[in-house]
Nanobody
C-alpha cells in the first residue's frame, strides 16, 4: 500500500523560500505519477505541479517560475522548492499519487494522499 508523508512546511515572510518533501513508501519502481496540490482556507484543493509518466513537469501558472518540482529516486522522495513566496501561497500542501502504466501514462484518480503540511506566508 502506497503511503505518502509530507514535511517541510512552516512560516515565512513574503519573498522567502521553503522546501517541501514527500517521502513515499510501498512504492515500487515507477508505478505511480506524483503531484503537489494545495488547499487554501475556504477554497477547494487545487493542483500546483505534477510530474507526468515520463518525468516531465507541469506547473500551474500561479507558481510557474517560482516553484520547482524534483524527485530523488534513490530515496523515493519528491520535493517542492518554493521561492519568492507570496501571502496567497498560504495553504496546506499535499502530495498525491495515481497509477502509472508500463508505457508511462498516468491514469485514474489521485487516490493516494499525504497528510498535508501547512505553509504560511506573511506580508
Amino acid at each position: 500500500q502506497l503511503k505518502l508523508v509530507e514535511s517541510g512546511g512552516g512560516s515565512v515572510q513574503a519573498g522567502g523560500s521553503l522546501r517541501l518533501s514527500c517521502a513515499a513508501s510501498g512504492y515500487t519502481g515507477s508505478n505511480y505519477c506524483l503531484a503537489w496540490f494545495r488547499q487554501r482556507a475556504g477554497e477547494e484543493r487545487e493542483g500546483v505541479a505534477l510530474m507526468n509518466g515520463v518525468g516531465g513537469i507541469i506547473y500551474r501558472y500561479f507558481v510557474q517560475g517560482r516553484f520547482t518540482f524534483s524527485k530523488e529516486n534513490a530515496k523515493n522522495t519528491v520535493f517542492l522548492e518554493m521561492n519568492s513566496l507570496k501571502p496567497e501561497d498560504t495553504a496546506i500542501y499535499y502530495c498525491a499519487a495515481r497509477p502509472r502504466s508500463n508505457v508511462g501514462e498516468c491514469y485514474g484518480d489521485w487516490g493516494y494522499w499525504g497528510q498535508g503540511t501547512q505553509v504560511t506566508v506573511s506580508s
